[in-house]
């Protein structure tokens, strides 16, 4: 028995139809595709910009590179020269030409980011950028650069020629009346809104004229206090000042007084006026002494003076009188001011044998030793004594450790550089000067200044405290009979004396100072005694053997006035 197959029609059909839809479905596939990549292949071959891409205000789409940088270099680099902007506040005006501020423009760059735009990344996004950037656009700001000093230097001139400066209330003085200025108002431009005009201008590189504005700062309030001391002030007279031992006058001062309560009423009526002078009811007050014065008050007067005398008779005392010509020319013509301090080592300096100073006996430890620079203690108590006389102040002085005979005792001053100092103080008004003079072996200093009670003189007074005889040591001699005798060294008392400064008005004693104590150690005496027997057998011989005679006709003596005589030099056992 055989089979039998039937094919069913539907069946059939449906496998023939779908198949149709399949063909179909590819073949749109395909079509789209063939499209899509010839479209891609128009698109991403476009060398041109694309569509909505914006350099500033300027469309750059459908644009050849080239073009588009052609079109911006002729819209803003080529119009530098062309620009002009004007800055205006009130009446006064200020054109600036573009081209002045080196002003460039980044015209590649700019194109650059335009093209750039939808060739970045991959496909799709290319697609999305170009359809996004055809619906919403792409702006990019033109870059530019420009010398900022050069513009703010612009500014900065337009500023100062177009400024009202703001004047606050003050007083002025017109030769002999005295005005109240109310004071004005400023008013200045705002420099940064200026700046933000021509920055614009330049990015959009257009000629443009603008207002700059403005802003006013108003006068400062008037202090009462403040301007009534500002106008009262008291009379001062001229005086001077001493600089580099040179006289500077200082010119006097002319005093004003006002009343307070007058001045607050004129300063209240005024408060809202501007720009104006109103009188003020000020009194003016001459002082004594005028500028033009002060000629006649200047080194008018001798204070005081004082004179020594020293002798040039041996080589030591010769080389004394080297020593103090050469100590007193440097302290000849030196001025003080008031309040200046004179130290005596300060202006002579060191007694150096480099300096011209010779030696001369001097005081070392209790022994008379010579010494560089002996004599110069006569110049520094010669000085001491007029300076005393003069009513001076003393800031500094020390006496020798023994007596010496070119002044009273208890006014003599020791000095010996970097150890002892003579100082002295100006305590009067006006500037003095001290004049040295050296001949007929006297060396003198006159202190000239100005005397402003002439009436008044001074005394000095030394009175003795104690006294302690010098002690006597003998040296036997052989070689010299019994009984004669030869002083070799002269020996000095030992004193204490105090000292005082007596001032007298038209000769009447008004007032007595005490100055200083001075002690001086006694010096000793030295005797040369004969010790050889004398051939004599009388009974007076024999009594004289119990007492040394000496006869003044053998005595050998060294004069006292060249003993001290020359700079003192102290250590603290001799100070002791």
Known sequence: MGCFFMINPVTKKFKVKNKALTYSLLSVITVFFISFLIFT?????NKKIYNGVYVNDINMGKMTYSQAYDILKSNFTEKIDEVEITLIKDDFSKQFDLSEFNVLYDVENAVNKAYEVGREGHVFKRFKDIIDTRKNGVVFDLEFSFNEEKLMDSIENFYDDSLIEVQNPDIIEDKNTMYFYTGKPGVALIKDKAFEHIHNSIKT??????????ETTMPDYVNLDNMYNEISREAKNAHVIVEDNEVVVMPHVIGRKINK?????????????YDVKKDLPVSFVKPEIKTENIDDYLFRDILGTHSTYFSTSTQNDANRGVNIGLSSSKIDGTILGPGDVFSFNDIVGPRTSERGYLSANIYVQGEIVPGVGGGICQVSSTLYNAVLFSGLETVYRMNHMFTVGYVPYGQDAAVSYNELDFKFKNNTNWPIRIDADISNNNIGFEIVGTNETPEKSIEIVNVQISSTPATVKYIDDPNMYEGETVIIQSGKSGYVYDTYKVVKIDGVETERTYLHRSSYRPYDQIVKRGTKPVESSSDEDDDDDSEISIDESEIV????????????????IDNN
């Open 41 to 45: 292949i128009i698109i991403f071959s």
């Open 261 to 273: 309560s007058e001045l607050e009423k004129i300063i209240e009526n005024n408060k809202d006026t």
């Open 205 to 214: 590189v257009s000629s443009e004229t603008f207002e700059v504005p403005t």
């Open 557 to 572: 003596e060294i004069p006292e006035d060249t003993i001290p005589a020359s700079e003192e030099i102290e250590n603290s």
